[in-house]
């Protein structure tokens, strides 16, 4: 009995040390594209945090922005920003140094962080949905429903429920046991790849992690789907082609945004991997971690002549 307490005890121990440190290697073989990929995702990192600051900025000083679907619109430019300074960081890091090195506290404080913008994201798009929905099924009672307090409200639930899915990641994975090997073969601290350092039962944080996505992930976009098949239905029934193109257009950047999110999160979490190789994953985290964050802004602004109006007035005043 003493002899199992004795290892019992060297074991805990090993498994404490060896994973104060977490080596995350990042794009390892780079060569000599090591500086140029690093000034690229630089400049993405720039052009996206830019943009975002740009829409929050225009909102906040237009009052022709003053609307439900700008409000949305900004809360999902702050969802972006929080994302690409969780992830990026560690990610200029991995390309300059070829490599990184984060607790395993960071780590996992990362990851948590990732998902409360994610899943808040997800959250946001579905209500902007319904906005749409509202604004082209049922133009009469959009005010009524729409209103200053739902769009509060709204949001609240939103950041509650992110906070909520944040606090239950970080408690859930700091409980487990870690024995290594200490390296993370990505560019930042994923699902995965943390639960293939612990040595403990995961069989709980995967239920957890189905449970999470469904209620966070899968269920707004049904919520999407079916607010689109709605409108368009509204929409084919609209006589004239510029009324048609005229109502398309008002959701056509919403459903850019939306395909690009969930056409890579279903490719990395949903669909089997046996056929996707490391790089594919970090290619197809990279979209999603970066380009859509930098695009979404591109594609709200530049489709958008409200958007246009309150720039051009920010540079005369």
Known sequence: ????????????????????????????????????????????????????????????????????????ITQLSLCDILLTTDIVPTL??????????????????????????ESSECLLLSVMSYDRYLAICNPLRYNSIMNHLFCLVSVATILLVGITVMLTYMISRYSLYYCGPNVIDHFYCDLEPILQLSCSDTSIIHKQTLIIGVLNVFCPFIIIVLSYVYIANTILKISSTTGRHK????????LIVVSMLYGTLFTVYMFPKKGQTLTLSKVLSLIYTMLTPMLNPIIYTLRNKDFKKAFNKLKLS
């Open 247 to 254: 109502a398309f257009s008002t959701c056509s950047s919403h």
């Open 92 to 117: 200029l890091l991995t390309v300059l140094y070829g490599g990184s090195s984060v607790t395993l506290i960071g780590c996992i404080l990362q990851f948590s962080f990732f998902v409360m913008s």
């Open 1 to 72: 009995m003493e002899e199992q307490m004795d290892n019992f005890e060297v074991t805990h121990t090993i498994i404490t040390s060896n994973l104060t440190f977490i080596n995350v290697l990042g794009f390892s073989n780079l060569q000599n594209f090591q500086i140029p990929f690093f000034l690229l995702l630089f400049l993405i990192y720039w052009a996206n945090i830019s943009g975002n600051f740009l829409i929050v900025t225009l909102f906040l000083l237009s009052k022709s922005l003053q609307s439900p679907m700008y409000f949305f």
